[in-house]
């Protein structure tokens, strides 16, 4: 699976951004599709994770109640939305891909990485 995310910038703090991940090669339904993030300094940490039907997603509580992770299968595409941003969300978001929704819960079952795209929120 080839992963390119997309829809990073430059927005104020309180504002939104939308963030898509589209996928090519192997069936995109087949695998859970997740969202990590690097900020400058700090390691990967997860983001949130979508199960391969789009029925069960996960969240760090960092993010719950202000991003949602959505996709559609017919496009081959994973979303993240972001709302009330923080300077904190500041970082490389890249999206993953994994056979386990598990896995993509904890790190530790990701097949394939998407290329990062730069979120910058500033104060």
């Known amino acids: 699976v080839q992963l390119q995310a997309s829809g990073g910038g430059l927005v104020q703090a309180g504002g939104s951004l939308i963030l898509s991940c589209a996928a090519s090669?192997?069936?995109?339904?087949?695998?859970?599709m997740g969202w990590f993030r690097q900020a400058p300094g700090k390691e990967r940490e997860f983001v949130a994770a979508v199960s391969r039907n789009g029925g069960g997603t996960g969240y760090a509580d960092s993010v719950k109640g202000r991003f949602t992770i959505s996709r559609d299968n017919a496009k081959n595409t994973v979303y993240l939305h972001m709302n009330s941003l923080k300077p904190e969300d500041t970082a490389v978001y890249y999206c993953?891909?994994?056979?386990?929704?598990?896995?993509?819960?904890?790190?530790?079952?990701?097949?394939?990485w998407g290329k990062g795209t730069l979120v910058t929120v500033s104060s």
């Open positions: 090669g192997r069936t995109f339904s087949g695998y859970s």
């Open positions: 993953a891909a994994g056979r386990y929704y598990s896995g993509i819960l904890d790190d530790n079952g990701i097949d394939y």
